[in-house]
Structure formats: structure tokens, C-alpha cells
């Protein structure tokens, strides 16, 4: 049984940073591609960075690079998302999610990412 526990989400003063963690359990970490998305009430959930197993590759959001980064270890069936620099728009549910993505890549959509965590909370005040 797959399960992805996000942990770290908390309250924040605008610039301050935050660190989310997503334990993974019930598969094979590294031959899945790893994502994790953010949604705000009303809003469809957003795509903010993946992780690709095959060959160590990682992408974020164009918007959020520089203060967002993305990593993973295998060994400790873990992914982390370094947030900093963060604003009140960053506020968001932020998710973990796991794709089988077969050949290594898969698009950050949520459509394609078959396994969820249940959540974390980021409030960014300013």
C-alpha cells in the first residue's frame, strides 16, 4: 500500500523559509517520479516541482526557482522542498505526490501523478 506523509508546513512571516519533507512507504522510491503541487480554495492544484529518478533530474516552476528547491533521497524514501524568501502567495495545501511515469518522465500535471499525500499547510503572512 502506497503511502506519502508530508511533514514541515507551518506559519510564516513573508521572506522567512520553510522545509517540506514527504516520507514514502509501499514502493520503490527511486524508480518513481516525485512531485509536489500546492493548492488554494478554488483553485485547481498547481504544479510546483518534480523530482525524475532517472538520472537524478529535477525541475521547478519557473516562477519559484531561485527560492524553491526540490531534492530527494532514495535511501531514506524522502523528498524535500526548500522553500525561501516566501511571500503571502505562496499560502497554499501543499501536496506530495508519486507517478509510476513509465520511461522516467512525466509531465507535472496532477492528471499523472497516480499516489497523493494528504497535505500540508503553508500560511505566509506579510
Known amino acids: 500500500q502506497v503511502q506519502l506523509v508530508e511533514s514541515g508546513g507551518g506559519s510564516v512571516q513573508a521572506g522567512g523559509s520553510l522545509r517540506l519533507s514527504c516520507l514514502g512507504s509501499?514502493?520503490?522510491?527511486?524508480?518513481?517520479?516525485m512531485g509536489w503541487f500546492r493548492q488554494t480554495p478554488g483553485h485547481e492544484r498547481e504544479g510546483v516541482a518534480a523530482y525524475y529518478p532517472t538520472g537524478d533530474h529535477s525541475y521547478v516552476m519557473e516562477s519559484l526557482r531561485g527560492r524553491f528547491t526540490i531534492s530527494a533521497d532514495n535511501a531514506k524514501n524522502t523528498m524535500t522542498l526548500e522553500m525561501n524568501s516566501l511571500k503571502p502567495e505562496d499560502s497554499a495545501v501543499y501536496y506530495c505526490?508519486?507517478?509510476?511515469?513509465?520511461?522516467?518522465?512525466?509531465?507535472?500535471?496532477?492528471?499523472?501523478?497516480?499516489?497523493w499525500g494528504q497535505g500540508t499547510q503553508v500560511t505566509v503572512s506579510s
Open positions: 509501499g514502493f520503490t522510491f527511486g524508480s518513481h517520479c
Open positions: 505526490a508519486a507517478s509510476t511515469c513509465p520511461g522516467g518522465w512525466v509531465l507535472l500535471a496532477e492528471k499523472e501523478f497516480e499516489y
